[in-house]
């Protein structure tokens, strides 16, 4: 496998940890769906939801899981069979996951507007990445992001972090297509080979399954949002490579053990 021209990373869980800043943002947001008669979160919620965010692909599952957590479905149930918890959740409150969606993302615009301090302060760049961008963008070498979360949001991370990166290279929730659909698009427009950093297996899985996707690196971030079994799995899959956070930061050439 010859080394990449162009790196592309998710956001969350391979470049930064906001796992405070979700649990806050969904707990604000459940509190607008069901209305509880205290602001605080009842004790242990956040380290349950802590525990629960491998299962969590985009915004508006996240106060859907803290509904799961206070019905009672334990972290064993909610890791087995978290998409039909979800939909049956969905289904028996007669929610809508747009409009969902669209309140996890009111609720963070709103914590923004009101103490953007606050908000950037929850979250955590994990140690060595952002040298490893700026070195990255020295050596010339092109790197985007491809994330499920609003790019507005992560270009506002970013810009805090001092990292200079255009709006045009984070493809975010705006832009409306599964990851593996942005690798497409990105293919012919960026030079090649292409690698692209994630922490959620199933996504890689996706990009797996695209014939013409094949040249594409796949690497599972062991450091973010996942589990024991998808670091597993990835070990035993020939495509996939783990990826510790120590090899990410450092030579591209040592990604491959
Ligand atoms: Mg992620």
Redo the contacts with the bound molecule.
């Keep these: 496998m010859s080394l990449p021209r162009t790196l592309a990373f998710?956001?969350?869980?391979?470049l930064c940890n906001g796992l405070r800043e979700y649990f806050q943002t969904s707990w604000r947001t459940y509190r607008r769906v069901w209305p509880t008669s205290t602001d605080q979160p009842p004790a242990n919620l956040a380290e349950q939801f802590y525990l629960l965010r491998p299962v969590i692909e985009t915004g508006w599952e996240m106060p859907v899981l803290l509904r799961a957590i206070l019905k009672g479905f334990s972290a064993k149930q909610v890791f087995a069979d978290w998409f039909s918890i979800r939909d049956r959740i969905v289904a028996d409150e007669d929610l809508n996951t747009k409009d969902l969606g669209q309140r996890v993302d009111s609720a963070r615009d709103q914590w923004i507007t009101e103490d953007l301090d606050n908000w950037l302060a929850l979250h955590d760049f994990y140690p060595g990445v952002l040298d490893q961008l700026q070195q990255l963008s020295v050596q010339k070498m092109e790197w985007v992001i491809i994330?499920?979360k609003e790019s507005r949001f992560i270009h506002t991370l970013l810009t805090d972090a001092g990292v200079d990166i255009g709006r045009d290279r984070i493809y975010g929730k705006d832009c409306r297509r599964p990851k593996y659909e942005t690798l497409r698009l990105l293919k012919p427009q960026l030079p090649g080979p292409i690698w692209f950093v994630?922490?959620?297996l199933p996504a890689l899985e996706q990009v797996k399954q695209q014939p013409d996707l094949a040249e594409i690196g796949l690497f599972l971030g062991e450091w973010?949002?996942n589990t024991e079994r998808d670091r597993k799995l990835a070990t035993q899959d020939s495509r996939i490579h783990g990826l510790t956070l120590q090899q990410c930061c450092n030579s591209l050439s040592g990604w491959i053990a």
């Excluded at 998710?10 to 391979?14: E, H, L, P, R």
């Design positions: 998710d956001f969350d869980g391979i994330s499920t994630e922490d959620r973010g949002y």
